[in-house]
């Protein structure tokens, strides 16, 4: 359903909406908020300490003051109860003058800040002890907007949305609901914005949270079944090939990474069919054990598909794959790239290769499995940074006569007994040992006054030849979010350092743009290149040395985790700032365990103990991110049980045709057809 059929979206709120990727009524729905807004019992002005958000209840004695500070109309006002004094301050809002009167008791809330010494409240609503009294205690969704989207208009937009599309039956039987103590659906969907209580939001969390995985985990066990008898037609000889590679590498193959490519060499001779998960952390050097099987596979006269999850990624493989080749000869391998980005004629000629099977070794995105590409003999289908794939997509993958072998790569750590409810009995490869001769990456985690330091550290970095990442929350300013973006800090960037050739990235520039910046920081034509999390998957770019996030409190553990991986790449020392938009003490908390570990592993552990089950924090905004709410670490409770469900109803009624399955089999096709979902790993 479109948006513009809700009452009061017109079509630039339509517009605004696609900027933040909602282009539909189901999607805006879905579109979760990024946290939700308490009002809590006001304080004594002591106790309002900066970088939080008070409420101070005071009767107004002095009168408002009105000043213009550039292009800024500043309305400010002295209050104090019997503990201080604080100014509280308006910007460009001059008709506040005449809404506060003197002698009148007021609750004012917003932000405190420390200006030049003087503790000041930003912006400040203003209500009636009594309007106050009546929000206490309310929990108010606060989503991610866009210049010229304000909160208030997702508000009513998703109140609408609920309004327009009420009265969708529960899916799930009534028993299975009753055992699990799940909330029904709809109501969690809608409470999820609008909670009545904090119980509620946490039990609306935990129903969808355990839709997502249920739905998840139910979808991979039928097409497991569906691909059913695991012998397969594709048997791939040993080849010396390979060892001559391994042997003419630039470095030597860690333990780990030669055990698994052992593991991957004797699945794909064994005339069984490989369903393999290779799980390794950040830099752990995954890639060329893909580039090992796809040299194999096409020593044996098949073709191998990798698939990228992004269009900068996918190009990478490309190129190292394509300089592999040429460095060390191997004419039986024949690489090519098929992305969205590719010009018509170009993927005219792309397709005809790849049909007549002059290309084996086929490297690229989504792309790759639309029903135009018909390959031939096609052995082996490696996806890399999986959980970015939808079921949808692995399905029309393996929906052959004679199903592929299949390697998924991935970076997400989580733990063996967790991944076989996942995957059942798929076979899981861990790679836990870094390359030899890297230096840990050196971590730290500061606030914004570091920040002229930290640039000057990063100019010193570039002087030396090396590269630095940038990376801030947002793409470009917006009303209400005080976060730093790339838009506005690459210009300042430019103008402070002039000498300086400084990159813009982010995901909403068209895929060639994208493509062109990407490649001349690879080639070190971009010395700093600011970005927002685009780069977060599987870039390489082994000459860059120096990351800094800004807002990092804005980004979850793994996400960071995930980014700092981009450094770290080589023998070079390389590091990362932690910069820190807010200093609250739970931020540098969390911050804090990045400081002290570079293993992906122990920093879901760490996270999830340090959160506890009662944090909201942790729905993501993103629709790229694995799981939207469920989270593996934290929700490991609720994965076991979707995971027990998934394998009753597999066992009792596995092609669904029960009567009471009738609702479910709905949803499940909806699911598998949905590519816009996504998964983890
Ligand atoms: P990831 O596991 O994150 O996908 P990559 O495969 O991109 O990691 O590898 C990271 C970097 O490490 C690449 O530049 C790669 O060439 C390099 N690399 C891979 N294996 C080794 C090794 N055994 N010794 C040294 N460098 C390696
Ligand atoms: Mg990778």
């Known amino acids: 359903m479109r948006l513009s059929e809700l009452k009061g979206i017109g079509p630039k709120t339509e517009e605004l909406f696609s900027k933040v990727g909602v282009n539909s009524v189901e999607e805006l729905k879905e579109y979760y908020p990024v946290h939700y807004d308490s009002y809590t019992e006001p304080q004594s002005i002591e106790d309002c300490r900066p970088g939080s958000k008070s409420a101070v209840s005071v009767t107004v ?3 408002v003051s009105m000043y213009k500070a550039g292009k800024l109309t500043i309305v400010s006002l002295d209050v104090k109860d019997s503990t201080g004094k604080i100014r509280l301050v308006w910007y460009n809002s001059p008709f506040i003058r005449s809404v506060v009167k003197r002698g009148v008791t007021y609750v004012f809330r917003g932000n405190i800040v420390s200006k030049k010494g003087t503790i000041c409240m930003e912006h400040p609503e203003i209500f009636s002890p009594g309007q106050y009294q009546s929000k206490l205690s309310t929990l108010n969704p606060v989503y991610g907007l866009t ?7 997702v508000v009513k937009a998703i109140r609408s949305a609920f309004a327009a599309t009420g009265g969708v039956p529960e899916y799930l039987p009534e028993q299975i609901a009753k055992t699990f103590d799940l909330m029904e659906e709809e109501t969690a969907a809608s409470y999820i914005h609008f909670p009545p209580d904090e119980e509620s939001l946490m039990r609306a969390r935990s129903r969808l949270a355990f839709d997502e995985f249920f739905l998840f985990i139910l979808a991979l066990r039928m097409l497991r079944q569906e691909e059913g008898n695991k012998s397969s037609d594709f048997r791939i000889p040993e080849t010396w090939l ?13 333990n780990g990474q030669m055990n698994v490519w052992r593991e991957i060499e004797q699945d794909l001779s064994s005339g069984r069919r490989m369903s393999r998960l290779i799980q390794g952390d950040v830099g752990s050097g995954k890639t060329i054990i893909a580039f090992l099987a796809m040299i194999m596979v096409a020593s044996a006269g098949y073709q191998s598909v990798l698939m990228a999850p992004t269009e900068v990624l996918a190009r990478q493989h490309y190129e190292k794959l394509l300089a592999m080749c040429r460095e060390q000869g191997l004419d039986t391998v024949k690489p090519v790239l098929l992305t969205g980005s590719v010009t018509a004629s170009e993927r005219r000629k792309v397709l005809a290769d790849i049909e007549a099977g002059h290309v084996n070794a086929i490297v690229g995105t989504h792309a790759l499995i639309q ?19 939808g079921v949808y997509q692995r399905q029309v993958l393996s929906e052959r006569d004679q199903p592929p072998h299949m390697l998924v790569m991935s970076a997400t750590p989580i733990p063996r007994t967790l991944g076989v409810i996942f995957y059942g009995d798929l076979d899981i490869s861990i790679l836990d040992e870094l390359p030899a001769r890297r230096l840990p990456i050196k971590n730290c985690v500061v606030g914004t006054s570091w920040r002229p330091n930290a640039m000057r550290f990063i100019k010193k970095e570039i002087e030396a030849g090396h590269q630095a990442y940038i990376v801030c929350p947002m793409i470009e300013p917006a009303e209400d979010l005080q976060a730093e973006n790339v838009t506005e800090y690459t210009a300042k960037l430019r103008k402070q350092f002039p000498d300086i050739v400084i990159g813009c990235l982010h995901g909403r520039m068209k895929p060639a743009e994208k493509n062109a910046i990407m490649q001349s920081f690879a080639e070190g034509e971009i010395s700093i290149l600011v970005s927002t999390t685009v780069i977060e998957v599987g870039v390489d770019v082994p000459n860059a040395t120096v990351m ?18 981009r450094v770290g790449r080589s023998d070079l020392q390389s590091y990362c700032i932690f910069m820190a ?3 609250s003490e739970e931020t540098i908390r969390r911050l804090d365990i990045l400081n002290h570990s570079n293993n992906g592993f122990e920093i879901a552990e760490k996270d999830y103990e340090l959160r506890g089950p009662g944090d909201l924090l942790g729905i993501r ?4 991110a694995a799981f939207r709410i469920a989270d593996i670490s934290r929700d490991r409770d609720i994965l076991k049980a979707a995971g027990e469900l998934a394998a009753a109803v597999m066992h009792d009624d596995p092609a669904l045709v029960l009567e009471e399955h009738d609702l479910l089999r709905l949803k499940m096709r909806e699911y598998m057809h949905s590519d816009v979902r996504t998964i983890v790993l």
């Not at 390979?242 to 860690?254: A, M």
């Not at 590409?373 to 970015?388: G, K, S």
């Not at 800094?548 to 991986?565: C, D, K, P, S, V």
């Not at 905004?621 to 790229?624: K, L, N, W």
């Open 61 to 63: 004695t002095d009168s």
């Open 147 to 153: 210049k010229g989207l304000t909160n208030n208009t």
């Open 242 to 254: 390979t060892e001559d590679v391994i042997e003419r590498l630039p470095f030597r193959l860690t």
């Open 371 to 389: 029903s135009t590409v018909t390959y031939r003999n096609p052995a082996l289908i490696i996806t890399d940074e999986q959980h970015r794939f």
């Open 548 to 565: 800094m996030i800004e807002n990092a409190e804005r980004f979850g553990l793994a996400t960071l985790h995930q980014l700092r991986g």
């Open 581 to 583: 938009g807010v200093q």
């Open 621 to 624: 905004q993103s629709g790229d």
